[in-house]
């Protein structure tokens, strides 16, 4: 089993570099309600999230989907008007300054700009040296196909200085291929910005213990991958359309390590994550690794993932 162990390309090792804590860092989910179109006040309310969530420790902060702009976009022309480019993007600028004032990084959903013609639902990875990556949402939501293009980018990971994350976006999380997909390369994390919104469960939208069905797909996800999982929604109602709340941060084990949070207040939730000891965790026992124990004589190693693989 060692020796099988050591030669699997899907095995990752824990040779990462790390912060002075080691692999014990401080992640933060940023839950508020972006202003449709008003991006000023959308750079003020990201930047205050950021420093509440720096000012408690966090090494990493996510921001909710289309934190720069609002969410509800009823045309391809407004869609133009609200979508930056990344290098033009006040609201970037601001979110990486704080994030290099703090040392910390920060995934923020954002409405991309390529052209005049091509928008991306996307998130980028602020540091404190600049723009690290971008990720494309893959899975495009309902009227999301009428004005924005489906992510080209594949499932990038990205390197950090404590360890590895992968994003997804929203609908994402519906599609297990994706989650699985960004473990098996190696992240430890995987930061979801989103807006929950009724209509996938119209008739219930959250329930006695205060959960939307969302969070238990984000539970599932990280449980089946053994990865940590950050999950900013964002509250409120735009244009007829209600959004969730119930932002949560969640374990290895498919546990909440905080959340979920109210289903229409503004807050940050912080929690510390031991990414060695969730890297362990796959070697379940003397007899099962998570990773080792797959059929891969009977599917793709990489469920047919080309991109990076």
Known sequence: MRAELERSPLVQDDTLPVSERGNLIRTAVCQYAPVLGDM???????????????????????????????????SSNEARSLAERPEDSPALASWQQLAQEYGAYVVAGFGERVSDTEFYNSALVLGPSGILGTYRKTHLFYEEKLYYRPGDLGFPVFELPFGRIGILICY?????????????????????????????????LWDAQGYCQANYVALANAAMNQVFMACADRVGEERGVQFLGCSLIIDPAGTPLAGPASKDGEEVLVAEMNLSSAR??????????TWLDRRTDLYSPMLGHARDS
Request: aromatic residues 6%; positive net charge.
């Open 280 to 289: 362990r965790a796959k070697h379940r026992n003397d007899l099962n690794h």
């Open 172 to 204: 994402d999380l519906r599609f297990p291929e994706a989650s699985r997909i960004l473990a098996l390369k190696g992240a430890d994390v995987i930061c979801v910005p989103t807006n929950w919104v009724s209509m996938m469960t119209p008739d219930r």
């Open 40 to 74: 000023p006040a959308n750079v003020k309310k990201g930047a205050r999230a950021i420093r509440e969530a720096a000012d408690n420790g966090a090494d990493l902060i996510v921001l909710p989907e289309m934190a720069n702009s609002g969410y509800v976009v009823f």
